[in-house]
């Protein structure tokens, strides 16, 4: 199968609902998709773009979901035959999760950096400093995105291996990736708000890194705390509330390659589509040196399709966002 990249639907500012739209059903009824589906044994789902999506959704779950309801690092690995798995690296290059690619833009509003894993954090924060001292202009803040997520005890023994010490959650590793990777020691500002449980709690650090924008790091509270921890969406809501985002502002968001489809498509519809303003995604560039040296993780086919589910996923939520109005 030729690998000629799908492009992700529209997020430049002045993106239309329609084009959005557009976008969302190029990606989804693609050559590589409609691979991969009749590969693992479906028919292609009739009907409008809706049904479609839920189609594709459902489909998804019976057989790309290895999760099971659990985090990403605690998924089954699937055994897969050669062809297989062929089959499934070429669909992700093609749909956009295995590339990294520069911004689109010299110059933004904002910068944001999603957090995850341990490893993830020290290398998103250490490829936004890199972005913003040599690439992308920001002329608003740098906003790092996070959770109060607790650390797992793999994650910890990484980060006492590399030399970072005294993070409990995922928010802690984000901020001490900002202080290596933007030379900073302590927040000119910090805020937030305590409570009984942390999927309720907040908090705000800013740091002024000389020469570059200012960098907030950010832990969200749930949108549904009763249920479940804070997740992207949250957090992108959240910031952009404390923000003030505004109708066109250019936005770039740094995650992983693996994530581009899905964190991109959840930020059109918790930013672009109620702010106005505009998303470009890029992941990580493995080849960029950072400064603490943590290792790649390894990205299976497994993997790649448990993403391709997730885009799918979000995608749904975004085309029914955008049918709301």
Known sequence: MRTTEVALPAGAVGTTRAEIAAGVRAWVDSPPMRALVGHFGGDWPAGDLSAVLAGLDHFSARHWDFRDGRERPDAREPAFDPATVGLVLDAATALGL?????PTLPRYAHLL?????????????????????????VAGEVAVLGSFRPLSPVESRLLAEVGVHGCATEVDALDAGVRVAFGVDAPSEE????????????SSRTYRPAGLPPVRVLAAPSGEPDRRRAHTADTQRFWAEHVRLRDGDPVLMVTAPIYVPFQHCDALRTLAVPFGCGIDTVGVDPALATPVAV????????RYLQEIRSALRSMRALHTALAAG
Not at 118 to 136: D, G, Q
Not at 295 to 302: K, Q, S
């Open 98 to 102: 295995v590339r990294a690619v520069p």
């Open 295 to 302: 290792p790649e993780p390894t990205l299976t086919a497994g």
């Open 113 to 137: 950096v999603l957090g995850g894993l341990a490893h993830a954090c020290l290398r998103r924060t250490a490829y936004a400093a890199h972005l913003a001292r040599t690439v992308a202009g």
């Open 191 to 202: 805020t937030g708000e305590t409570a009984d449980h942390p999927h309720r709690a907040w």
